[in-house]
């Protein structure tokens, strides 16, 4: 059974940086497809990143050039690096895992989530 745990979420001001990670446990983190989605106060849960297998990634079209994802196969983690924050991305950030290699921003790629962590970002 696969689990997932973000962590490095929090409170920054408008125009700082983050960087998120999310830690799996169970199942065979080398051959998942990794993504990062968010979800604000009363929108609906927004894509924002996926990496899979091979490297391949794709990015959510306000945060291209703003996010970076990456991964660590060695330490079952994946990373999402966030600079010049804006109150718009204020949200609780989940890290999901699809056994499939395709990096898709549909949530029904994925099969596990994680619980979330909040990131806030002040003005």
């Known amino acids: 059974q696969v689990q997932l745990v973000e962590s490095g979420g929090g409170l920054v001001q408008t125009g700082g940086s983050l960087r998120l990670s999310c830690a799996q446990s169970g199942g065979t983190f080398s051959l998942n497809v990794m993504g990062w989605f968010r979800q604000a106060p009363g929108k609906e849960r927004e894509f924002v990143a996926a990496?899979?297998?091979?490297?391949?990634?794709y990015y959510g079209p306000s945060m291209k050039g703003r996010f970076t994802i990456s991964r660590d196969t060695e330490k079952n983690t994946v990373y999402l690096r966030m600079n010049s924050l804006q109150p718009e991305d204020t949200a609780v950030y989940y890290c999901?895992?699809?056994?499939?290699?395709?990096?898709?921003?549909?949530?029904?790629?994925?099969?596990?989530w994680g619980q979330g962590t909040q990131v806030t970002v002040s003005s």
């Open positions: 999901a895992a699809g056994t499939s290699s395709v990096v898709s921003d549909l949530p029904s790629y994925y099969n596990s």
């Open positions: 990496i899979n297998r091979n490297g391949g990634i």
